[in-house]
């Protein structure tokens, strides 16, 4: 009876380990999946039905660990487990987005129309984006079914759990870098918990594929021994605390990351630096929205409100203007008189309207709509302004405009055409980020700016030449207009093209391209990004819409200030400021360059404001020619974190030799275990010193690089010098542990260990150590030693590593 009793147990104690290893594959492959759903929550900010596609999201994270984890117990090949995912995740997600897993005939036309239906709104509309326009759920479902392919291949394929933090950190950067905030400190805790339980348990499986010694003349491998769950996870911390810390503080030096990871507030540390996202980014997209919006209404005794600003750009690179950096401390707040506006004479004449202000919830920003400039302002809120700006910042990351009141104080300078002209140069903004050009600004903008006003004796009139040319010769429109206001941009702007058309776009690059021209005259400038003109309701209140937005220029002159100016062609702003129309000494109009166009030509490709004709399905490309310095810098610090986490364990290892090297005889021979452990090799279990040291040279090499055979000779007859450093360590490592107090006798052990260690590494095959380099297993398994040794008897078993003895 007892051989069928046998026959069961060794076919159950098989089928247990299969059932075994599926069930640990399907665990890990679960846990990275769901963890890079919670890393996907993070996404939420993308559109305000977020449930359309964090729900499919939850289905595909169980069809990627339920493929993945099978695929690999059968032992499928890795790039055949690759391809059949993406073969059976991409009929998920196409069951999803057009109804059939196959997209083929009209399953194929609803899924190209769902995505580019998605694109349109992507890119017409600013997040999150609203209800009654067609989702963009095709895109984040298929993004989020990539980066869940991306963690499962690293973490379950490839085996490399560290390097899933890549991913999740994309992941979780994405919008911190699009939307501008920070991410949710519950998602990013939720994202480290997974992560941290990936490396736990994938460590955990591998120590277990070591097993178990069966005696006490048993040879195994110690990283199956002498690591307890303590140890275990004690490792896993080390490792997701370095990846952790990365998390946090790379995006630190990201600068469209801005300055915060967990949304929480500016002011929580006590800086006074704030790193702005750049306004311009939805203005294209909210003048061509197919729909109007109301965004701002306002109560005031002014009879005329216009140029309602939100925020200014100070700086211009040969990308783009930006809004460079703010310095506003906790006196610089939104409550009470403010000071008065810098460079304005004291002696120049002002009017003051009272403002009651009323944004609409719909309109979600960090920057506070204001006139300009304003003697008092009250707003609930940390609300903050810069000294240099005068325009207003949220100081809290929770704190947006949506459906907020507040009111204040504008004032109305009244300027004179001929104070300006005669004022000086503005010295104390020479060299500042009001005047900084690019060292390689196309000098077609420089020269143009000189034709147009080298008959015009003063700065003032300068800039009024300028702003006058580019109303009269330039063509407003949205439809054929550039993307962007970079150098290049505004090069290809003024530059006639083939057909002679040039200066064709909207406010962006009228303004932007005023700026410029007069800071290469010396004159500060920045732009400013605001509404235009309202229109006034029957109860006599103003309401500014999304059509409203607009960009325009403001030119610093001492004495006067900050000074508005209206370059933007009068299809779109009917009117300029009454100081640019005094009557200065006349110009030739010959000596100013022409168009040549004719003025069918200029309105040819004219399309009308947006208020008078809506821009029902308009799609055009907005591919500007700019340099993606944005993209350029992610995927550099995409790469370094990949060089980062590729050098991390061969640099602790090393560290670590290099210590133990130095401090005696004990350390030494943990450092020829870790090393025995490193390249792949079995150290015996229960051995004295001297019989540790009889079983390693038989594995004993040349030195590396002097057998080039794929699968070195060793033995110990290989490295005679190697046998003897070996035995004089042995000798040592007796004395310390069983000579009587007072017979320790100094050794120079560090050479000798090198010899030994390089020997181990001759007779090993170069895969090994390759491996043992870069991805050294000491690092996982522990250290410690057990303070006695254990019976024969009990050797079956023992899990610890009997290090005192052997």
């Known amino acids: 009876m007892s051989a069928p009793a046998a026959s069961t147990l060794s076919f159950q104690r098989p089928l247990g380990r299969l059932h075994g290893g599926l069930r640990d594959a399907l665990l890990l492959a679960l846990v990275a999946s769901m963890t890079t759903w919670a890393a996907l929550l993070s996404w939420k900010g993308f559109a305000v039905t977020w449930g359309g596609f964090m729900g499919p999201l939850v289905t595909i994270a169980v069809v990627v660990a339920l493929s993945g984890a099978v695929l690999r117990w059968l032992r499928v090949p890795g790039p055949l487990v690759v391809l059949a995912q993406v073969v059976i995740v991409g009929a998920v997600v196409s069951l999803y987005i057009c109804g059939s897993p196959l997209p083929i005939g009209d399953a194929y036309t609803r899924l190209d129309l769902a995505f580019q239906e998605a694109s349109a709104s992507a890119q017409q509309y600013s997040a999150p984006v609203p209800r009654g326009v ?19 291949i690293v973490v379950g394929t490839l085996r490399r759990v560290p390097l899933a933090g890549l991913p999740l950190l994309t992941v979780y950067s994405i919008p911190v870098s699009l939307l501008g905030g920070g991410v949710s400190w519950i998602v990013f805790t939720f994202t480290t918990i997974g992560f941290l339980l990936m490396l736990y348990l994938q460590e955990s499986r591998q120590i277990a594929r070591w097993g178990r010694p069966l005696g ?15 140890a275990l996870r004690s490792s896993a911390a080390g490792i997701g605390a370095a990846a952790t810390a990365l998390a946090i503080v790379v995006p630190l030096f990201v600068p469209t990351l801005g300055l915060e990871v967990f949304s929480g507030g500016f002011g929580q540390g006590g800086g006074n630096q704030i790193k702005i996202v750049n306004p311009t980014t939805d203005l294209m997209r909210d003048l061509r929205r197919p729909q109007d919006y109301d965004m701002v209404k306002v109560v005031t005794d002014d009879p005329s409100p216009s140029y309602l600003r939100i925020a200014v750009l100070n700086r211009f690179s040969d990308n783009e203007w930006s809004s460079g950096d703010r310095t506003a401390s906790s006196d610089q707040s939104a409550t009470g008189e403010l000071p008065p506006p810098a460079g304005l004479d004291p002696s120049v004449p002002t009017r003051e309207f009272s403002y009651d202000v009323t944004i609409s919830p719909d309109f979600i920003s960090t920057w506070l709509p204001t006139q300009f400039p304003i003697s008092a302002i009250q707003a609930t809120g940390d609300w903050r302004y810069d000294l240099t700006t005068m325009d207003f910042m949220a100081f809290d990351d929770d704190l947006k405009t949506s459906g907020m009141s507040y009111s204040m104080t504008a004032l109305q300078p009244t300027l004179s055409a001929e104070a300006m002209a005669r004022s000086s140069v503005a010295s104390n903004l020479m060299n500042t980020q009001f005047t900084d050009l690019p060292t390689d600004l196309p000098s077609s903008i420089r020269n143009t700016a000189t034709t147009i006003t080298a008959d015009y004796p003063t700065r003032f009139q300068k800039a009024v030449a300028i702003q006058n040319w580019l109303r009269d010769n330039g063509h407003y429109t949205l439809q054929d207009a550039p993307s962007g206001n970079g150098s290049d941009t505004l090069e290809d702007f003024l530059n006639p093209s083939l057909d002679g058309i040039y200066l064709t776009g909207y406010c962006e690059q009228f303004a932007a ?9 010396n004159i500060p400038s920045r732009m400013a990004i605001g509404f235009l003109q309202p229109e006034q309701e029957a109860d006599g209140s103003w309401v500014y819409s999304a059509w409203d937005l607009h960009a325009w220029p403001e030119l610093y002159f001492p004495g006067s200030g900050w000074v508005r100016f209206e370059p933007t062609p009068p299809l779109r702003a009917t009117s300029v400021p009454g100081y640019t129309q005094h009557e200065f000494p006349q110009v030739d109009p010959s000596d100013l360059p022409s168009t040549g166009a004719t003025s069918d030509d200029i309105l040819r490709p004219t399309v009308s404001d947006p208020k008078e004709n809506n821009q029902q399905g308009q799609s055009a490309d907005e591919s500007g020619t700019s340099i993606p310095w944005r993209a350029i810098g992610l995927g550099v610090l995409v790469m370094a974190l990949l060089v980062v986490l590729a050098l991390l364990p061969r640099g602790l290892r090393r560290r670590r030799r290099a210590r133990r090297l130095e401090d005696g005889a004990e350390p030494v021979w943990i450092e020829l275990r870790d090393t025995v452990v490193d390249l792949g090799l079995t150290w015996p279990a229960g051995r004295s010193p001297r019989e540790t040291g009889s079983h390693l040279v038989h594995y004993f090499g040349r030195p590396v690089g002097t057998d080039p055979a794929a699968r070195p000779r060793h033995g110990a007859d290989v490295a005679p010098e190697a046998e003897v450093a070996l035995e004089r360590i042995v000798g040592t490592i007796e004395l310390q542990r069983y000579a009587r107090p007072g017979s320790d006798q100094a050794a120079i052990l560090k050479a000798d260990a090198e010899t030994v260690i390089g020997a181990l590494e001759g007779g090993v095959t170069p895969g090994a150590l390759r491996r043992a380099t870069w991805l050294p297993r000491s690092l996982f398994v522990s250290r410690r030693r057990p303070t006695q040794r254990s019976s024969s008897n009990d050797e079956v078993t023992y899990t610890g590593v009997v290090d005192h003895v052997g």
Do not use: E, Y
Request: aromatic fraction near 2%; charged fraction near 10%.
């Open 134 to 152: 067609p989702p963009i759920d095709p895109l984040l479902i298929a993004g989020g079914a990539a980066c869940m392919l991306l963690v499962d």
């Open 513 to 521: 391209a005023m700026a410029v021209m007069a800071r290469t005259l």
């Open 216 to 230: 006490s003349d048993a040879i195994s491998d110690p990283s199956g021994f002498g690591v307890s769950n303590g």
